[in-house]
């Protein structure tokens, strides 16, 4: 059985800083690909940041210079660290983890958590 536990989200002002974090247990073979995405109310949902086994990473253009992805093999655990917020990033997060176990690969998706910036 595989979990996937998001953690980090929340209320905060035009400017500010969070940091969400993103955590994978289970009897899972690999793990290659992360990435976050997000959704607004009405909106479909979209890739946010994405980052490979060998930490190639990949950003939405209006997130570019504010937001960066990070991965701590050792921990299993994803990160978005999340400056310069502005009320445009108010979302649902999700994070998604591309996982082996056995010959099955297929994607896992967290709970999603909330993020609001405030003007």
């Known amino acids: 059985q595989v979990q996937v536990v998001e953690s980090g989200g929340g209320l905060v002002q035009s400017g500010g800083s969070l940091r969400l974090s993103c955590t994978v247990s289970?009897?899972?073979?690999?793990?290659?690909?992360m990435a976050w995405h997000r959704q607004a109310p009405g909106q479909r949902r979209a890739l946010v940041a994405g980052?490979?086994?060998?930490?190639?990473?990949n950003y939405l253009d209006s997130v570019q210079d504010r937001f960066t992805i990070s991965r701590d093999y050792a921990k299993n655990t994803l990160y978005l660290q999340m400056n310069s917020l502005k009320p445009e990033d108010t979302a649902v997060y999700y994070c998604?983890?591309?996982?082996?176990?056995?010959?099955?690969?297929?994607?896992?998706w967290g709970q999603g958590i909330q993020v609001t910036v405030s003007s």
């Open positions: 998604v983890f591309d996982i082996r176990i056995g010959y099955n690969t297929r994607l896992y």
């Open positions: 980052i490979t086994t060998d930490d190639r990473t």
């Open positions: 289970g009897s899972i073979d690999q793990i290659t690909d």
